[in-house]
């Protein structure tokens, strides 16, 4: 894992939710990391959240692989992307990726059964302007309610189910408050909710370093 910047500052009540860490020096830092190839909009810049978009995915993958090597292996990931502003297609850099993360979030654990997802995911719905995914699961909602919910390709029939799943502790103490309902439920004692060592934007940056390009 790559290391972070000590935190001296806290947001959020996480824990180690970001710092404020020399940040000037940070987003002059141009070390290599990578290159994302997006599609140019009509004014010559890609969006950081379009081209992020294309690392959602295999980001996904990468932190269940990163998870399962730190001895807590999950059903799934439950996360989205980051960006903010325009950024042209092209090299990414240390400063981009603080800028597109510039929160420091670990990664919790906890269990949620069937009908608790389909109602994360109904919930997040409300959000207009999120993308973020529950990996590897498809879920069908009616009036809120599951009626269909496939893992890996492999249809669920008991919504009692537990499943372990990953969350960002931003989202996972409400995502500024548009997640409430997700909150409540890894506060129950059920959930078994369990911090992490992972971190996301560590997490990012070792995808770029690992795939080079995108």
């Given at each position: 894992?790559?290391?972070?910047?000590?935190?001296?500052?806290?947001?959020?009540?996480?824990?180690?939710?970001?710092?404020?860490?020399?940040?000037?020096q940070?987003?002059?830092?141009?070390?290599?990391f990578g290159c994302?190839?997006?599609?140019?909009?009509?004014?010559g810049?890609?969006s950081?959240?379009?081209?992020l978009?294309?690392?959602?995915?295999?980001?996904l993958?990468?932190?269940?692989?990163?998870?399962a090597?730190?001895?807590?292996?999950?059903?799934?990931?439950f996360h989205?992307?980051?960006?903010?502003?325009?950024?042209?297609?092209?090299?990414?850099?240390?400063?981009?990726?603080?800028?597109?993360?510039?929160?420091?979030?670990?990664?919790?654990?906890?269990?949620?059964?069937?009908?608790?997802l389909?109602q994360?995911?109904?919930?997040d719905a409300g959000?207009?302007?999120?993308?973020r995914t529950?990996?590897?699961?498809?879920?069908?909602l009616?009036?809120?309610?599951v009626?269909?919910?496939v893992?890996?390709?492999?249809?669920?029939?008991?919504?009692?189910?537990r499943?372990?799943?990953?969350?960002?502790?931003?989202d996972?103490?409400?995502?500024?408050?548009?997640?409430?309902?997700l909150?409540?439920i890894?506060?129950?004692?059920?959930a078994k909710?369990?911090?992490?060592?992972?971190?996301?934007r560590?997490?990012?940056l070792?995808?770029?370093?690992?795939?080079?390009n995108?």
């Open positions: 894992m790559i290391a972070c910047p000590k935190a001296v500052g806290h947001r959020f009540y996480d824990p180690v939710d970001v710092q404020t860490y020399q940040v000037e940070l987003t002059t830092d141009h070390s290599y994302v190839y997006a599609v140019r909009a009509k004014n810049t890609a950081a959240l379009g081209a978009k294309e690392v959602v995915k295999p980001l993958e990468d932190i269940n692989s990163q998870i090597r730190a001895g807590e292996p999950v059903d799934g990931v989205g992307t980051f960006g903010s502003g325009d950024v042209a297609p092209g090299p990414v850099t240390v400063a981009d990726c603080w800028q597109w993360i510039p929160y420091e979030n670990l990664l919790v654990v906890a269990e949620l059964n069937g009908e608790e389909g994360v995911v109904a919930e959000d207009r302007k999120s993308d529950l990996w590897p699961f498809e879920i069908t009616a009036g809120g309610k009626t269909r919910l893992l890996a390709g492999k249809e669920v029939r008991d919504l009692q189910r499943f372990r799943i990953a969350f960002n502790t931003y996972a103490q409400s995502g500024g408050k548009r997640l409430l309902r909150r409540e890894l506060a129950q004692t059920d909710r369990r911090l992490t060592a992972i971190d996301t560590g997490a990012l070792e995808y770029l370093l690992e795939k080079g995108l």
